[in-house]
């Protein structure tokens, strides 16, 4: 086994890891859950709308 075998074995075991990453990713499953996770930057915004809409009815 030369330089050039171990180079075309972890191009394959890479090449195989990525392929496993996209299925994993795009799976149906975890569509919801990336949803949700896409969403989370703007969380904060509903807290400070609703802190604001409370401040104004308090005072």
Same mark, same amino acid.
């Given at each position: 086994?030369?330089?050039?075998?171990?180079?075309?074995?972890?191009? #394959?075991? /890479?090449?195989?890891?990525?392929?496993?990453?996209?299925?994993?990713?795009?799976?149906?499953?975890? @569509? !919801?859950?990336?949803?949700? #996770?896409? /969403?989370?930057?703007?969380?904060?915004?509903?807290?400070?709308?609703?802190t604001q809409q409370?401040? @104004? !009815?308090?005072?």
């Amino acid at each position: 086994m030369d330089i050039n075998d171990l180079r075309g074995l972890s191009t #394959a075991l /890479l090449m195989v890891g990525f392929i496993g990453m996209c299925f994993w990713a795009f799976s149906r499953k975890r @569509k !919801r859950s990336f949803e949700e #996770a896409a /969403l989370l930057p703007f969380a904060d915004e509903e807290i400070n709308r609703r802190t604001q809409q409370e401040e @104004k !009815r308090d005072g």
